[in-house]
């Protein structure tokens, strides 16, 4: 039997609801502040946008622009009404983000630059006082070449790994030593006095804006000789001291993980930029993996990859792994097997939970990957592996042969390790990070391994299983009961989600193209299930696939459970909305009521059916 963790309330039969124009509508539902970016950061609800009406006024021969919010208040300039819509639109995010661990990689190309840094760094200042606790893992390889070729000397590299002699080391040292100072400074700024003063908070306003820590996080150990070559002091992760990082970010600061590592003898060890931030995440359990890179993720038509499943990522990389060797590397580690023969981790995210918690958040004790060939298992010479990253570099890397199919191995291996959501974010693009975590679309690519997963058609096996998810329901009244027959006829219409050989929860559509709408039912989670978000997850993908039939709306019957959609985006509509054809067939004794949503242009990437290939 599938298991699962939690179980707070269930959710019964579907209903859907639509938001009309013009109809008077003075506010969203509670919870329902924009299509969430549901699949791209966790779950919460969809909705509309908000109406505003906007209008031209005369003053003194000044016209200006004002708008009002449908609510009862003063008509404002619309320079106003877009700083007030722009707030509440970023609302729920503020509220979801709060409290997350986000480790950021810089590549090693963004810091050189410089044009958009200042703006990245002033976003994560922001995005740390609305109470995200940051990582940071800059990037040196740029840098170090450039200062070997001052000094007349060669970058040599061998695979993925640079060859570190001794002048490389001290070209190591002294551009992780630059970038710090130059990252420390730039967080250090506080508020502006001219803005704040009026708030009357003297005593903050000398305050430095984010306390910035740094230290040896890590522990490391010599690469050594590998096929004959003699690496000298280029350094492989062996230990993240996860309890003393988690000790900075409890204090309020923002931790920087250069990716000098220190050994057990008290060596200084340059390590990979990469490998150090995934090993990070991994063993912090970060809820996000952030990579800003100098360019985007694009297909074989150009545009760019907004998301891919772990699925689909693993699928790419594989395929390359004949022609690139970060690629091979990648399969090596992970193995042959696909997604779903990995055990069940112990935990949620793919960690050993305690009784503690952090922050109100599960505290994880041990973090235990379950990759194949030695990879999260002792590997026989006293060394955890499961704590090394993912180390991608080189030439495969520099010459951008393959694209950033090394950035996708890296997500993909994170990804598996419990990581549930990798973004690769083209740091050229200004305010991308905002864009990212506060657009329902985001800015860049998105690699996810919890969007989706077992969700599937239903088959003529899925049956009894359907069945007995959704007896309990007919049973108290919260669904319509189908006969057995009536199951089966109606099998094409549903959708299912599938762990360990069990069916955990199930759905329905039934189009009606006529009137480009379709009838959301059946909606049921398994008791044991319920609370972690397989109805929101079951709701999008009916959505996608509804949106991919062509429909524009969404229409459904409840009698007990209109509170969970209308925090989803649907509306109470009179039974004259519904299809002709549906309205011939409601049991009018069972008295619900109706819902309608209509559905927004999606272009989050995040599709139901998808086949394409990765571009360089």
Request: charged share 25%; glycine share 10%.
């Amino acid at each position: 039997m599938a298991s699962c963790i939690s179980r707070p309330p269930w959710v019964g039969s579907l209903i859907c609801g639509e938001v009309l124009e013009n109809s008077g509508l003075r506010c969203k539902p509670p919870g329902s502040w924009g299509w969430p970016k549901q699949m791209r950061h966790s779950h919460v609800s969809s909705s509309t946008k908000q109406q505003r009406g906007n209008w031209t006024t005369v003053n003194g021969g000044e016209t200006k622009s004002q708008t009002n919010f449908g609510d009862s208040g003063r008509v404002v300039t619309a320079e106003e009404a877009e700083l007030v819509a722009v707030l509440r639109e970023a609302h729920p995010y503020v509220n979801l983000h709060r409290d997350s661990i986000f480790v950021v990689m810089l590549s090693a190309e963004i810091l050189d630059s410089g044009s958009t840094l200042d703006g990245i760094l002033k976003d994560i200042a922001f995005l740390h006082h609305l109470g995200i606790r940051f990582v940071l893992v800059p990037g040196t390889q740029v840098q170090i070449d450039q200062l070997l070729a001052e000094r007349g000397r060669e970058p040599t590299y061998v695979g993925r790994y640079r060859v570190t002699d001794s002048a490389s080391l001290q070209a190591a040292k002294e551009a992780a030593g630059a970038i710090s100072v130059m990252i420390e400074a730039k967080l250090s700024p506080g508020p502006s006095i001219y803005n704040i003063r009026r708030h009357g908070d003297n005593s903050r306003l000398h305050e430095t804006g984010v306390r910035v820590d740094t230290g040896n996080f890590f522990a490391a150990k010599r690469r050594g000789v590998v096929d004959g070559v003699d690496f000298g002091a280029t350094g492989l992760v062996k230990k993240i001291d996860v309890d003393r990082i988690r000790e900075r970010l409890d204090s309020g600061s923002v931790v920087l993980l250069r990716n000098l590592g220190h050994s057990s003898s008290g060596e200084v060890l340059n390590c990979n930029t990469y490998e150090v931030a995934t090993a990070c995440a991994l063993a912090i359990g970060a809820d996000k993996l952030i990579c800003i890179m100098d360019g985007p993720v694009r297909d074989e038509n150009g545009h760019l990859v907004r998301f891919l499943t772990l699925q689909e990522a693993d699928t790419l990389v594989r395929k390359r792994a004949q022609q690139s060797e970060i690629a091979a590397k990648y399969v090596k580690a992970v193995g042959d097997g696909g997604i779903s023969s990995f055990p069940e981790p112990l935990g949620y995210n793919g960690m050993v939970t305690t009784p503690n918690n952090y922050n109100g958040r599960p505290f994880w004790e041990k973090h235990t990957p379950t990759f194949q060939n030695g990879v999260g298992f002792d590997n026989g010479n006293g060394l955890w592996s499961g704590e090394r990253g993912f180390a991608i570099g080189g030439e495969e890397r520099l010459s951008r042969l393959n694209g950033y199919l090394s950035e996708l191995a890296a997500a993909a291996f994170v990804c598996r390790g419990g990581v549930k959501r990798v973004h690769l974010l083209d740091g050229t693009i200004s305010g991308v990070l905002l864009l990212e975590l506060f657009k329902r679309d985001g800015m860049g690519t998105m690699v996810a391994s919890d969007v989706y997963e077992g969700t599937r058609e239903a088959k003529v096996e899925d049956l009894t299983g359907i069945r007995k998810i959704i007896k309990p329901l007919e049973e108290s009244g919260a669904l319509v009961r189908r006969t057995d027959e009536e199951l089966l006829r109606a099998l094409d219409s549903f959708v299912v989600v599938e762990r360990e050989g069990q069916i955990i929860a199930c759905a329905a559509l039934f189009p009606f193209f006529k009137e480009k709408c379709g009838e959301v039912a059946a909606i049921a989670v398994s008791s044991d299930c319920r609370g972690q978000g397989q109805g929101d997850k079951l709701l999008d993908y009916i959505e996608k696939k509804a949106s991919a039939l062509g429909l524009e709306m969404l229409f459904l019957l409840t009698t007990r459970t209109a509170d969970w959609f209308v925090r989803r985006g649907f509306q109470e509509c009179s039974i004259e909305k519904i299809p002709e054809a549906r309205r011939e067939r409601i049991n009018l004794s069972r008295k619900s009521k109706y819902y309608m949503k209509k559905l927004l242009p999606d272009r989050s990437g995040i599709s139901v059916v998808r086949t394409f290939q990765f571009g360089s």
